[in-house]
């Protein structure tokens, strides 16, 4: 009579602890299941059965696995800075360094060199220092003293008429204050005031020329040249670096700054003159001078407040040497703010629903996750945008539910969204608890 079969559990449990498996059991990972399937079991019996169950079905999950995949983001198109061909160009810019290099505010652009070219009526802006240096005024708002021209200085208006070069009316007997003398000089570029503020400030012209050369010295514009009050001669000579460098002293001086961002200006005398920069307003451009000896010969020595839209704007200081034109020079330098301008731009780095990456629980449920919200970046030209995820262990596991932060970085802007899952992920069933404890925390 044959013996009583032993249960089929019994019996797969008996082969696998002395190693023989039946002819059943060929599987080891079934072995090894249904071992660790009739541990727990013994465990449950040996626990009172409800401790265990409880510990199990409350016990803290091992956070979850997220393969990210955010995509990388191509630098913006290189920014393109115009600059003209013939003559010379050369451009400084301020408060842009986080975005343009530390370089930028020295010298962020230029073309044709720095050789010494005529200055032309930017000459008078270095009369106007200079006067304002032995006469100085309080701000914008202090007249100053008065000036009475005497016959010499009246006559200039007829000594200049004739060589036709550009003046303003000074009747005879006539006196206005130095301020306004100065702005009658510098906004429609009136030579015989040049002259007449030069003979007031120093006793005569020559005079004039020694103290504006040891003031061009005593600032460091050494490349500079002057020899007349006016500009009119071609010996007056400087170079880019240096009128670029005049201009940070000129935009710095608030009676300057004031008088070259002046659109018009009407006094007993002169009456009513106009600016010859038409480019303020244009593209922020605050200043300084004009300049012209004729065709080939014009220079413009600009400041700018160029919005790049963000934060302040970038404080631009530059000089257009040996334009062909008045026009062409004024076209030269919008085309030169334009493309610093165009140079920044709002780099689109994500948008909403993008998917980013997988996240993967140890019970084998998955889900994508996607970007909560759409993303941009203001940056500069080309700059590299680099992109960073940050995760954390969600709570319920639903859809929706944020997984983490995705953060890109372009030069000094960071701009960031939040990770979530798109499509719920199944929490584990309670049989999976109790079989892999070695997963609960």
């Known amino acids: 009579m044959n013996a009583p079969q032993t249960p089929n559990a019994l019996a797969d449990f008996a082969d696998l602890l002395d190693g023989s498996p039946g002819p059943e059991r060929r599987d080891g990972r079934g072995a090894r299941a249904a071992l660790l399937a009739f541990l727990i079991v013994v465990l449950v019996v040996l626990a009172g059965g409800g401790g265990y ?54 010298t962020f652009a230029s073309s044709g060199g720095d050789e ?17 240096d032995a006469h100085p005024l309080t701000g914008p708002n202090d007249p100053g003293p008065t000036i009475s021209f005497t016959k010499a200085d009246t006559d200039l208006y007829d000594q200049f008429y004739v060589r036709g070069v550009t003046i303003a009316r ?8 130095q301020h306004d003398a100065m702005a009658t000089m510098l906004l429609p570029s009136a030579s015989n005031y040049a002259v007449a503020l030069a003979r007031w400030g120093f006793g005569s012209e020559s005079a004039y020329v020694q103290a ?13 040249r002057v020899v007349d009050a006016t500009g009119v001669d071609e010996r007056n000579t400087s170079t880019p670096s240096d009128l670029v460098a005049l201009g940070r002293i000129a935009a710095a001086n608030p009676v300057i700054a004031a008088i070259a961002a002046t659109r018009s200006f009407s006094a007993a005398g002169p009456g009513t003159v106009t600016n010859t920069n038409d480019l303020l307003g244009t593209l922020g451009v605050t200043g300084l001078k004009t300049g012209n000896l004729g065709d080939g010969m014009f220079n413009l020595l600009f ?13 631009v200081v530059g000089v257009r040497m040996g334009g062909a034109t008045h026009d062409s020079t004024d076209q030269d330098v919008i085309a030169l703010l334009q493309s610093i301008q165009d140079g920044f731009h709002d780099l689109r780095v994500g948008d909403l629903g993008d998917e980013i990456g997988t996240i993967t629980t140890a019970w084998g449920s998955t889900a994508t996750v996607v970007l909560a919200r759409g993303a941009s970046l203001r940056t500069w030209s080309d700059t590299p945008v680099t992109v960073s995820l940050d995760t954390i262990t969600p709570k319920s596991y639903a859809d929706g539910e944020r997984v983490g932060t995705v953060t890109w970085t372009a030069g000094p802007n960071t701009v960031a969204s ?21 997963e609960l925390g």
């Open 303 to 315: 400041t700018s407040r160029l919005d790049i839209g963000i934060g302040s704007p970038l404080q």
């Open 116 to 132: 010494p070219r005529p200055l032309a009526s930017v000459t008078k802006l270095i009369t106007a220092l200079v006067v304002l």
């Open 418 to 438: 939040d990770v979530q899952i798109s499509g719920a992920i199944e929490q584990p069933t309670l049989w999976w608890r109790l079989t892999h404890p070695g």
């Open 170 to 177: 000074m009747p005879d007997g006539s006196s206005m204050s």
């Open 53 to 106: 169950v409880w510990w199990a079905s409350s016990a803290t999950l091992a956070p979850p696995t997220v393969t990210s995949k955010p995509p990388a983001v191509a630098a913006g198109a290189p920014a393109d800075i115009v600059l003209p061909t013939e003559g010379s160009m050369l451009v400084s810019v301020a408060g842009g360094e986080a975005y343009l290099g530390p370089d930028a505010a020295g």
């Open 212 to 224: 504006a050369r040891s003031w061009l010295s005593a600032n460091g514009l050494q490349n500079t």
